[in-house]
């Protein structure tokens, strides 16, 4: 009998010891040192009660009250032993309101090598008013993008890197992005657009547009894409547009310097609207496309392509010549141009 009792202690035992891993614990900011008005940094308190939750055998929540908490940079690192963290807001996140204090850093909530974390509710204050006071002043502010990382896997889906519209005077410098969709996407409205030096892959590339989905729409105009280097992408420059009548239009595009490694479709004109003798020129290009057709120009018949230009080109595939595709489009060809210009 006495022997049955010990089992029937040690299987309690057991059952008291799995039952109080599987009680969720609560980690308060407040009682951490947060404080809730909006000016005492509280970037302490939030990383104090991830490590908490981060190390716990237990599911854990980390709890931010009602309020408002200036939160600096702060990095949410993994691997943890806990799988199971829920982060829920029911305050406002504060970030600095000085948008150069995170220029260094380049982040402001960041999670890195976590599994099943969930975010639940909260508002996420970036203090975007300072900036925009700044614009409308016309102070010297930020401008461009200079020394960008974006890193995405290339299967993930509309993942552009960097999205430029109603936009004038940007440059893109010294960047590297890796995405599942555009490295830079260039829609309605684009002007004086610069980019140069930037590695792009995996992703789809560069793309103008689309554009003509609207009768009345805004147009892209001067815009320099130069010494770029694409890897295993869809597409090197790709403009797209709607095959219909529409105000939009792309004129004074520059692309130079470009090499290609492993790209689908080097340059491509999709269903484009090219407005008549607007320059789009493609000049210094070379590499090895992953196809056979490295230039490929596939333009409405209702509204071709003209006025475009394919200097110094040079493109093989497999060390072979590669091929070109004109549909309703039109230009000039100079110096060497492999595939065949079939403009």
């Known amino acids: 009998m006495a022997k049955h009792i010990s089992f029937l202690v040690i299987a309690l035992v057991l059952n008291f010891f799995n039952t109080s891993l599987a009680i969720p614990v609560t980690y308060n900011v407040l009682s951490l040192g947060a404080k809730p008005d909006g000016k005492t940094d509280s970037t302490k308190s939030l990383i104090s009660a991830w490590a908490a939750a981060c190390g716990s055998p237990r599911p854990a929540t980390i709890y931010v009250p009602p309020g408002r908490y200036f939160v600096q ?57 300072g900036l925009w006071a700044c614009k409308t002043s016309s102070k010297l502010c930020p401008s461009g993008a200079t020394g960008v990382k974006v890193l995405a896997s290339g299967t993930s889906p509309n993942t552009d890197g960097i999205h430029v519209q109603l936009s004038s005077g940007v440059s893109i410098l010294r960047s590297k992005i890796s995405t599942g969709d555009d490295c830079v996407s260039i829609g309605p ?32 105009q001067n815009v320099t894409i130069k010494t770029v280097t694409f890897k295993g992408t869809q597409n090197g420059l790709r403009i797209k547009a709607w095959g219909r009548p529409s105000s939009g239009f792309v004129q004074g595009v520059l692309f130079q310097h470009a090499v290609m490694i492993n790209v689908q479709n080097p340059i491509v004109i999709d269903q484009n609207y090219c407005p008549h003798n607007l320059n789009c020129p493609g000049q210094d290009i070379h590499g090895t496309p992953a ?8 333009c409405s018949r209702n509204n071709p392509c003209t006025g475009i230009r394919l200097e110094d080109v040079k493109l093989t595939y497999q060390n072979q010549p590669a091929a070109a595709s004109c549909a309703n489009a039109g230009g000039t060809s100079s110096g060497l141009v492999e595939p065949t210009s079939c403009l």
Request: hydrophobic share 40%.
């Open 291 to 298: 196809t056979p057709v490295a230039v490929k120009f596939d």
């Open 189 to 220: 409205g684009t002007a004086n657009l610069w980019i140069e030096n930037v590695v792009c892959g995996p992703g789809h590339g560069i793309s103008i547009g689309s554009l003509g989905k609207d009768l009345q729409e805004a147009g892209v």
């Open 73 to 129: 940079q702060v990095h949410f690192r993994g691997a943890c032993q806990n799988k199971a963290i829920m982060i829920r807001i029911d305050g406002t996140l504060v970030a600095p309101s000085d948008y150069n204090a995170l220029r260094s850093v380049g982040n402001w909530i960041l999670f890195e090598g976590v599994n099943g974390v969930t975010i639940s509710g909260g508002i996420l204050d970036g203090q975007g008013t």
